[in-house]
């Protein structure tokens, strides 16, 4: 099959632009042009007129500059990007990511693999390619219990719902992930199964590993009848999925197990806004405290991309909500209010709360953090705020 791209290879090093060369010679619609990095400039793109089709960047054991480069120009100044690197080095991915990359190859290539990724490249590009993908939101629980799944999934039901986007919702959690159930399905296939067959992944495929709710939402959680996984997953195969969740969506919403590894730290590090989901208790401070050290110090994640939501929030609590902004050295706390018999009776049901119970102050949270997090605003957003500011009221000083 014919790939007809302007492709440019850029490598420290002519022996590996010679192999690319050579290696995309064969397929008659590629046109291809090279540029050696010597002392100087770094930039792959420097004195580039126009931008090529696909950008094909080699990166040697030590050197990140050249994708620094990429990551630094603005978006609108950055063609596809292909990285030919160690899938294992952190930093690699991270500024892979932060490039706009559309997959990260280890080394040595497949003809294979790379054939693939340009495949896809000119599958959008011949369908325009001009939709800006969409934001990635991430919900973890600062301690076990305290909600974030299902605000992960109602938060996403409303960007569809409220604000009439596309949203996709990944379940992360890869042994104990019950998002579907959330939604009353149970499909056949799911997570597990678009990992084991991801190197060949493209829109179309991908699309099957997903079940689609109702309302529009579509979910990548996990089939049924999986067993339990035991094996480590790749943190290269998690971000090649959701690299296709955010080409096809608004919004991709991602409900991340409680822990920070290779995995999680790489989705959070991409994130538009990361959601701590906290609750009124000392113990689940303690926790969060420690978590937000770790991502602002240890990943790097700013302090305004972090949306601190207090979940299951009671007013007559020992712990108000100046005393957790005061722990957390957060900013403002978004509440959700307790109520536990209509959580409970969604959960059991497989009913999204704008569902069951719309005007539950409890469903008036959720539609006012999906708008805090890149949704619309609600058509009822004065009532909203009316409601919620009887509901809560400020400490006296």
Do not use: W
Not at 216 to 223: M, N, P, S
Not at 260 to 274: C, F, G, H, K, Q
Not at 278 to 300: I, K, P
Not at 318 to 336: F, M, P
């Amino acid at each position: 099959m014919d790939i007809r791209l302007n492709v440019l290879l850029v490598s420290r090093r002519k022996e590996t632009l010679d192999h690319l060369e050579a290696m995309l010679r064969k397929h008659r619609g590629v046109r291809i042009e090279r540029k050696l990095v010597v002392n100087g400039h770094v930039d792959p793109l420097h004195e580039v007129t126009t931008l090529p089709d696909a950008l094909i960047l080699h990166l040697g054991e030590t050197s990140h500059a050249e994708l620094e480069s990429v990551a630094a120009r603005a978006v609108d100044c950055r063609p596809p990007l292909i990285v030919l690197g160690s899938g294992s080095d952190t930093t690699v991915m991270r500024l892979a990511m932060q490039a706009g990359a559309r997959d990260l190859l280890p080394l040595p290539v497949v003809e294979a693999d790379l054939v693939a990724a340009l495949q896809r490249i000119e599958r959008d590009h011949r369908a325009g390619g001009s939709r800006p993908d969409g934001s990635v939101l991430a919900f973890m629980n600062a301690k076990g219990g305290c909600g974030a799944t299902l605000l992960a999934c109602n938060v996403a039901h409303a960007l569809v719902t409220v604000s009439q986007r596309k949203v996709s919702l990944i379940d992360l959690d890869l042994q104990f992930g019950t998002i579907p159930l959330y939604f009353d399905l149970f499909p056949k296939r799911g997570m597990l199964q678009a990992l084991e067959n991801v190197a060949g992944l493209d829109d179309l495929a991908f699309s099957g590993y997903m079940v689609q709710h109702a309302s529009g939402l579509k979910i990548l959680g996990h089939a049924a009848e999986d067993p339990l996984p035991t094996q480590s997953v790749s943190a290269q195969h998690i971000n090649q999925l959701i690299n296709l969740a955010v080409r096809n969506s608004d919004h991709v919403v991602i409900d991340l197990p409680r822990r920070i590894d290779t995995v999680t730290a790489s989705v959070m590090e991409r994130t538009a806004y990361l959601a701590l989901i906290v609750q009124q208790s000392v113990a689940t401070l303690r926790d969060a405290t420690r978590l937000l050290t770790c991502l602002r110090r240890d990943l790097g994640i700013a302090k305004e991309r972090i949306v601190v939501v207090v979940n299951r929030y009671e007013k007559n609590s020992d712990i108000t909500v100046e005393d957790i902004r005061t722990t957390l050295g957060c900013g403002e706390l978004a509440l959700v209010p307790n109520d536990f018999a209509t959580v409970a009776s969604c959960i059991d049901t497989g009913t999204p709360l704008l569902v069951q119970a719309r005007n539950a102050a409890v469903t008036r949270a959720v539609v006012a953090l999906q708008s805090r997090l890149g949704g619309s605003k609600a058509e009822q957003q004065g009532l909203l705020t009316r409601t919620l500011s009887g509901f809560i009221k400020p400490r006296a000083t």
